[in-house]
């Protein structure tokens, strides 16, 4: 049988490599960026949709894919999440129409896949609508709420039939060297796909295996002299010469620090990404999309250099043979845009094993890792949380206007 996937933002196709690997066919990719359309059709037979996807019909992805809306198994995709960005500003949908998340909604109703799978960043959760289209007014009165466009999607998505289970998952649990968290969301047109049991943990605690190390992942590359990389900023330089494996700013002598972070010195948080060198006994943090930037600098251990391309692939567990295409900028945000591609094959194989009739609720009841270093990200808690403070706010109103 052909589990018939359609693939939404696909970028360097790092989800769909792991859903691949889960035994799914990718029958069609929507992509506007022409560098990662491009990476696609050199590594692939897929047919690509170029374009902006508030351009593109449903009707023409499936006759791209060759498909009809009932023989597609399951949609896919990372909408671009700069308004839910915790580094940004965190617009939400007040601009509702260009959402794009709003767009992967859309795309969902009018294919009706068996499955979907939604990934977006961490402030996704706590993420406000702000403004919302007078066909949505009944949620009017939250939208100034923490938590309001994740309760406006997975209220819009049971409209369509769909039980949700959704968290925030560490990559790292799933065996990627790299403590990167993202959004999980899975729809099933049915009953609840548990979330996926995590194979690895820090400890190696309750029959997991370790964490996969960063040192495991890069060292036989440090013996290739041809690796690609955009050169340290001259600034950054002097100080990181002081610092070892694993250190950054904290360990300089304060003058130094003071110094070398400027007015940033003063600000608050813990700032830990500020001339930061990589530790080879831990997975990689999060990989950006350009790894020379002052306050998400990633340098390598014990080499005056960020981390390279081919590094770069490795972590994020692409094949050693995959090409990436465009100049170094383009395919550092290429692969720090994707979705590591064993955390896409974890929720991947977890779907499959709810196809086949091999997932249980006990799954979730008996794991003891935690699926991510923050508490209440998983649905049923922030849900509840959220009727909190729904409620709440009903309440303030109705005091206010008597």
């Known amino acids: 049988m052909s589990y018939n996937v359609v693939s939404l933002f696909s970028g360097a196709m790092g989800l769909d490599l792991g859903i691949e690997k889960a035994g799914f066919n990718i029958k069609v990719c929507v992509e506007k960026d022409k560098k990662a359309a491009q990476t696609i059709r050199t590594n692939t037979s897929i047919p690509v949709i170029e374009d902006d996807i508030t351009n593109v019909s449903s009707e023409k992805i499936l006759t791209t894919a060759g498909l009809e809306s009932g023989q597609v198994t399951m949609v896919i995709g990372g909408p671009p999440c700069q308004a839910f960005s915790t580094a940004g500003r965190q617009k939400g949908l007040s601009d509702f129409r260009g959402n794009l998340i709003i767009q992967y909604l859309r795309v969902v109703s009018e294919i009706r896949p068996r499955y979907f799978i939604l990934e977006n960043v961490r402030g996704l959760l706590s993420a406000k609508i702000n403004s919302i289209p007078a066909e949505y007014s009944e949620y009017a009165d939250i939208t100034a709420i923490k938590g309001s466009v994740i309760h406006f999607l997975i209220s819009e998505f049971k409209k369509l039939g769909y039980t949700l289970s959704y968290a925030l998952l560490n990559s790292a649990n799933y065996g990627v060297p790299e403590k990167r968290e993202r959004v999980i969301i899975i729809g099933h047109m049915g009953e609840r796909v548990p979330l996926p049991t995590p194979t690895h943990?820090?400890?190696?605690?309750?029959?997991?295996?370790?964490?996969?190390?960063?040192?495991?992942?890069?060292?036989?590359?440090?013996?290739?002299?041809?690796?690609?990389?955009?050169?340290?900023?001259?600034?950054?330089?002097?100080?990181?010469?002081?610092?070892?494996?694993?250190?950054?700013?904290?360990?300089?002598?304060?003058?130094?620090?003071?110094?070398?972070?400027?007015?940033?010195?003063?600000?608050?948080?813990?700032?830990?990404?500020?001339?930061?060198?990589?530790?080879?006994?831990?997975?990689?943090?999060?990989?950006?999309?350009?790894?020379?930037?002052?306050?998400?600098?990633?340098?390598?251990?014990?080499?005056?250099?960020?981390?390279?391309?081919?590094?770069?692939?490795?972590?994020?567990?692409?094949?050693d043979d995959w090409k990436f295409v465009g100049n170094l900028t383009s395919v550092y945000r290429q692969i720090g845009n994707a979705v590591p591609v064993g955390l896409g094959y974890a929720v991947g194989r977890q779907i499959m094993r709810h196809i086949q009739g091999l997932t249980s609720p006990k799954e979730e009841i008996t794991n003891k890792i935690p699926y991510s270093r923050y508490s209440q990200a998983i649905d049923n808690d922030l849900m509840r949380l959220f009727e909190t403070k729904a409620t709440y706010n009903n309440r303030n109103n109705k005091s206010k206007s008597h």
């Open 201 to 319: 943990s820090e400890n190696g605690d309750f029959n997991t295996q370790k964490w996969i190390t960063l040192g495991e992942t890069i060292r036989d590359l440090e013996k290739n002299n041809n690796l690609q990389y955009i050169p340290l900023r001259p600034k950054s330089i002097p100080f990181l010469e002081l610092l070892k494996e694993g250190e950054n700013w904290r360990q300089l002598p304060p003058d130094k620090a003071k110094e070398a972070l400027g007015k940033a010195y003063y600000l608050g948080g813990g700032k830990t990404g500020f001339l930061r060198r990589l530790s080879y006994s831990e997975p990689s943090p999060t990989l950006v999309t350009s790894p020379t930037m002052p306050a998400t600098l990633l340098c390598h251990p014990n080499q005056l250099r960020p981390l390279s391309i081919e590094e770069y692939s490795r972590i994020q567990q692409f094949p």
